[in-house]
């Protein structure tokens, strides 16, 4: 073996071979990992923008009593909006070598009057909603705000501005997920969020929808404090049959 190239074997001397560069990672400085529609927990109530068929109605009962899908699925595919409250989970990650410096997760609604179409009526007979960062899509401006919950609440008191003092820095691979809910007791509205954060030094800004389409969430119409029926041009109530139509014009239970 000459000179050299023992040198070179040992890694005593001569020329070592340059290491690749990792290549820097693609896409957007946020990788949205998943996005999740949360379930209610104790409320089942959905409004539909128009009237609801014979046949839907019975696709609808025949899909709660096949067991294969949860009811916000079977709803939603309907076209079904939630009532009062809809909560989405974002599964945040980091994606540049550099720190991403999340400063606010912002909502962008687009409301007008409550839907009035077909009403599926199940409320709850106890308190709302658990919440963690909320919308309240009622008040201008909206931002995030923190929640509170007390017993007997019919919804989530949103108090302050969550992310006025508070700031997530993700690194490269690092996850945050966030549980995000807009509530409305006045309104329908369609709605995205977009994600605001610093990179490079640089302000720069992503919106997450559902699928290409925005959120959705309606206040139920109410007099006096308590639900009108009347007000919709369908209910519905749940029975041994699953979901009946019942006269509009008759008073609300729960």
Not at 42 to 61: C, E, R, S
Not at 70 to 96: D, P
Not at 150 to 164: E, H, I, S
Request: hydrophobic share 30%; with cysteine; proline share 7%.
């Amino acid at each position: 073996m000459g000179t050299a190239a023992g040198l070179q074997w040992l890694d005593l001397g001569g020329d070592k071979p340059k290491p690749t560069p990792s290549a820097a990672p693609g896409g957007d400085p946020i990788k949205i990992n998943k996005v999740t529609l949360v379930p209610r927990e104790n409320d089942n109530t959905w409004v539909f923008p128009g009237l609801v068929g014979a046949q839907t109605l019975g696709d609808i009962n025949d899909d709660f009593r096949a067991y294969e899908k949860s009811t916000h699925e079977i709803m939603r595919s309907y076209g079904g909006v939630e009532a009062g409250v809809s909560t989405v989970e974002l599964e945040l990650e980091g994606n540049r070598e550099k720190d991403v410096r999340l400063t606010n997760i912002a909502i962008r609604p687009n409301c007008r009057e409550p839907l009035t179409g077909a009403l599926f009526d199940n409320r709850p007979q106890g308190s709302a909603e658990t919440v963690q960062i909320g919308y309240d899509l009622d008040r201008d401006p909206v931002f995030a705000q923190e929640s509170k919950m007390n017993d007997g609440d019919l919804r989530p008191q949103l108090t302050g501005n969550y992310f006025a003092n508070r700031k997530y820095t993700l690194k490269l691979g690092e996850q945050a997920t966030f549980r995000l809910s807009a509530v409305t007791s006045k309104q329908y509205c369609e709605y995205t969020f977009e994600l605001e954060y610093i990179v490079d030094g640089k302000p720069e800004s992503m919106v997450i929808n559902n699928q290409g389409k925005p959120f959705r969430v309606t206040a139920l119409v109410v007099q006096k404090g308590q639900l009108d029926c009347p007000a919709y041009q369908q209910v519905h109530q749940p029975s041994e049959r699953g979901w009946t139509k019942v006269p509009a014009s008759s008073p609300c239970g729960g």
